[in-house]
């Protein structure tokens, strides 16, 4: 069954002199990405997409470059909406995020709320595992935030009480069952990655 592998951009470039959705990938991130692409050498994509942050395009763009595959971007597989505020540097910005997971219908901040986003990442998942028809499998390139809110989704739990990425830097991915969207694999790091998957 083909497998929708759902990754979180690792390390980036912190400006905050720069919009965040325009932040790249630093040598680190794109080290790990390109570890990752090594790693799926051993399945067979079918299609690539990432959220239209710099980021997310740039660890596609790795993959897709390996694969000889293009990628297409989507904005509902961005983080949630965040422009209220703008850059809050840690550690405030995790008090902020906190409070995000902890009251999901509440709007922190002027921050979007997370059921919203929750709802707008679920629909896009899976709109994107329903174009997918390919043999082979469906990588999505996001945000920790992302799937988190996605996670949440698959294990059928409160926002805030799904399991997270283990990888402070980012960088981890969970596999899903295209056609049922259930849960295959939980959080490994791109350094745990083996394909093909069991």
Not at 52 to 81: C, S, W
Not at 157 to 173: D, L, W
Request: hydrophobic share 40%; glycine share 8%; with cysteine.
């Amino acid at each position: 069954m083909a497998a929708l592998i759902f990754l979180t951009h690792p390390e980036v470039a912190i400006d905050p002199q720069v919009p965040v959705p325009r932040w790249p990938l630093n040598d680190t991130g794109r080290q790990r990405m390109s570890r990752f692409a090594d790693a799926l050498s051993g399945t067979r994509l079918s299609s690539i997409h990432a959220s239209t942050e710099q980021k997310a395009m740039d660890g596609a763009a790795i993959v897709a470059e390996r694969f000889g595959l293009p990628y297409q971007t989507h904005e509902d597989v961005g983080e949630n909406d965040r422009s209220a505020t703008g850059y809050i540097a840690p550690p405030e910005f995790w008090v902020v995020v906190d409070a995000f997971f902890a009251n999901p219908h509440e709007s922190i901040r002027g921050w979007e709320r997370a059921i919203d986003a929750q709802s707008r990442i679920v629909d896009a998942v899976r709109r994107i595992a329903a174009e997918d028809d390919g043999p082979g499998d469906t990588l999505v390139v996001a945000h920790g935030g992302v799937g988190c809110l996605l996670m949440a989704h698959l294990q059928q739990v409160e926002i805030g009480q799904e399991s997270r990425p283990r990888h402070s830097g980012g960088g981890c991915f969970i596999v899903v069952d295209r056609e049922t969207l259930s849960l295959r694999q939980d959080w490994r790091t791109i350094e745990e990655a083996a394909f093909p998957l069991g």
